[in-house]
């Protein structure tokens, strides 16, 4: 670095706890050696480009008046508009909100699509608030970062707590703001707003592709292989349900209600309708339970975590036996369960692959709000799965070209592309 460089860290950030950020910064220094030419540019991935901290004042129903923080972080935006979710939670910090938004720039170019990372947050319980509560607290944040989104400049989603009808709150604010209805805003909307077919399964439905390919290259046929799935929500239950009706066996599922096991496989619909029913996998029939912990030491072909982050770990990793272990949760693994994981010889496919299927089908909403034309879903299906087959591809590619795992190769693939987009546009002035 010459002298004249700017800090290596912004000032806003204490240095002894970076928190997410400091494990997104670890991750860049891991890829930069494969970024040849383009590693002149890599300080730009290393600090966001834009951070904006809001204050949102709201009467509570009691005639009260409570404040709340709220961020809204784009890392990069050099390959296109920011794009990312809102997150709301009692523990959201501005490092995580940066981290959640970096690796939303690195998902976005992994699989290519023309978008930047951005994410936002504000630190609230929402159980705690009434759905009026909520929906002032929502319409006063995009009206406080009403400035800096836009469906050309940065496009919020659905996080942890937030859902279609808060992005419906968040159109409508900035559609009253801008006096013209501007349904590309957001995406994860409701259907009878702008929303798209598919996008609710999207996410498991691209862990099945990339699954799928990944126990191909592997030597694994997915008609009668073993799969084990954590978090049976939105992305495990379509993704178990999928590897079900392609003939695979679902041995072993485990949610935040306990652990059920059939070694020749559960029936996945069934399991569906009893979580429909009792709100959790426990109890299920035609299935014997484990203990949680039993579940991770199950001789398996394909480990699909798809509940919390952090859930491999240092004491859990060395246990594991899947082939093939395909990320559907955000962050499921952690950096040293990972070098375990690598030592032992097993397949992972990272989450910024794994599940790029749900910002995929955003991307879909986005373009079908720009056109006023909207796809059915067998459209969006088939288009879905050739991206994923396509990314997949690239960065397995990239993978033996280097002799690196496909979480070094995704990112080796996404900082490259962020990194030449940022050289060919040159900077400004
Ligand atoms: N929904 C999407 O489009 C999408 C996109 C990308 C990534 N993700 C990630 O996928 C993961 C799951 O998201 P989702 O939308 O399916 O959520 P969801 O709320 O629909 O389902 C979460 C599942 O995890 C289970 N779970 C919760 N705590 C658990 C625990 N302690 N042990 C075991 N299981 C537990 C729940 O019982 C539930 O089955 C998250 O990490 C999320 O960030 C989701």
């Known amino acids: 670095m010459s002298q004249h460089n700017t800090h290596a860290l912004p000032s806003y950030l204490d240095p002894g706890h970076l928190g997410p950020w400091g494990i997104y910064l670890e991750q860049v220094d891991r890829v930069t050696p494969y970024l040849g030419r383009q590693a002149k540019w890599v300080e730009t991935l290393k600090r966001p480009k834009r951070v904006l901290i809001v204050d949102i004042p709201v009467e509570l129903d009691d005639g009260t008046i409570a404040h709340f923080e709220g961020y809204r972080v784009q890392h990069n935006v050099s390959r296109g508009p920011g794009k990312g979710g809102v997150r709301y939670h009692q523990d959201v910090t501005l490092s995580e909100v940066m981290a959640l938004a970096a690796w939303m720039s690195v998902k976005a170019a992994a699989v290519n699509l023309p978008f930047g990372g951005a994410k936002g947050g504000i630190r609230i319980d929402p159980r705690n608030y009434s759905r009026a509560e909520l929906e002032r607290i929502t319409r006063r944040y995009t009206s406080e970062i009403g400035s800096i989104i836009g469906p050309h400049k940065d496009i919020p989603a659905p996080d942890v707590n937030t859902n279609a009808q808060t992005m419906a709150w968040m159109m409508d604010t900035y559609s009253m703001n801008q006096g013209a209805t501007t349904t590309g805003v957001v995406t994860g909307k409701p259907i009878a707003l702008g929303g798209s077919l598919g996008r609710v399964e999207a996410t498991g439905r691209g862990v099945f592709v990339v699954g799928t390919a990944a126990a191909e290259q592997n030597g694994i046929p997915v008609e009668g292989a073993r799969i084990c799935v954590q978090g049976f929500g939105n992305v495990g239950g379509t993704a178990a349900r999928l590897f079900y009706e392609a003939g695979a066996k679902i041995v072993a599922v485990q949610d935040h209600t306990g652990t059920v096991h059939n070694a020749s496989g559960l029936d996945v619909l069934r399991l569906l309708k009893h979580v429909e029913e009792t709100g959790g996998v426990a109890g299920a029939p035609d299935s014997e339970p484990l203990n949680a912990d039993e579940f991770w030491g199950l001789d398996t072909d394909i480990l699909i975590p798809a509940a919390l982050e952090g859930q491999i770990h240092e004491g859990n990793a060395d246990r594991i036996r899947a082939r093939i272990i395909v990320e559907g949760a955000n962050g499921p693994t952690t950096p040293e369960a990972d070098d ?14 794994a599940n790029a299927g749900g910002v995929t089908v955003s991307y879909f909403e986005w373009v079908q709000d720009f056109s006023s034309f909207f796809w059915t879903e067998d459209e969006i299906n088939a288009r879905l799965e050739r991206m994923m087959h396509t990314a997949y591809s690239s960065v397995a590619g990239v993978a033996a070209q280097h002799k690196v795992s496909l ?15 940022r050289e060919v546009r040159g900077l400004y002035p």
Not at 340 to 353: E, S
Not at 411 to 416: L, N, T, V, W
């Open 407 to 421: 979480r070094t190769a995704a990112f080796i693939a996404a900082c490259s592309r962020i990194l030449e987009a």
């Open 340 to 353: 375990i994981l690598n030592d032992k010889g097993i397949f992972i496919v990272p989450d910024v692959l």
